[in-house]
């Protein structure tokens, strides 16, 4: 009875590809959710998304607005917001970013494209993960996101008189406990890797 509880419990998530993250969010993301990643250019959230589109297994897509289409992305640059979703394929999907679609359609098309995420991620049992870079949206408007968002990350970059620390924080987990620390995580050549200690929020 445990062990096939267990097993649920693993069926029911999805791996995110980062080490160390699914223990911190038990077992990893919740499958028919949309998760929101927020944090600066530099704070490593596009790491966080190619590691999670990159996981074995599963077929995924990363649809590219931001920035230069590497192989295998779909190059979504000039795509408007309500035709995202015909692009969506497999249980792991990316879209980067959220960002550009509320600077360049606005914030009701970008809440549109996430209802519709979630119906489609709902539907197939994906996964659907969005980038949001902070400091250039409205408050009320990251609001209305993570309203919607199953599942929200913050990747924050913090300095200690000479040194640089990186920083996860889970703000919003659905059917899971929300962390009450803060995980530091080190950027290598493999992408992100979660480190042993934690910080109090």
């Known amino acids: 009875m445990r062990r096939g509880a267990l097993l649920l419990q693993k069926k029911d998530k999805q791996t995110t590809g980062v080490i160390g993250l699914d223990a ?3 077992g990893g993301y919740p499958r028919g959710s949309v998760v929101i990643v927020t944090g600066s250019p530099l704070s490593g959230i596009e790491h966080i998304a190619r590691q999670f589109w990159r996981v074995e297994g599963e077929g995924g897509v ?3 607005i931001d920035g230069d289409v590497e192989e295998g992305m779909v190059d979504s640059r000039n795509l ?3 035709a995202l979703p015909e692009y969506y394929r497999g249980k792991r999907i990316v879209v ?3 960002s550009s679609v509320i600077l360049n359609s606005g914030i009701d098309d970008a809440i549109q494209c996430l209802l519709l995420a979630r119906k489609e ?3 197939e049992d994906s996964t659907i993960m969005f980038l949001l870079y902070n400091n250039i949206h409205k408050p009320e408007d990251e609001n209305r996101i993570f309203r919607i968002a199953d599942v929200v990350l913050e990747l ?5 008189a000479t040194e640089v620390e990186r920083q996860l924080a889970v703000h919003k987990l659905r059917q899971g406990n929300v962390p009450k620390r803060l995980i530091p995580f080190n950027i ?3 992408g992100i890797e979660l480190s042993t200690t934690s910080r109090v929020v």
């Not at 924050?156 to 200690?160: A, I, L, M, P």
């Open 80 to 82: 408007n917001p309500d």
């Open 62 to 64: 990363y649809l590219m």
């Open 24 to 26: 911190v969010i038990d």
């Open 96 to 98: 980067d970013s959220l």
């Open 156 to 160: 924050k970059v913090v300095t200690f």
């Open 188 to 190: 290598t050549d493999k």
């Open 121 to 123: 991620a709902s539907r």
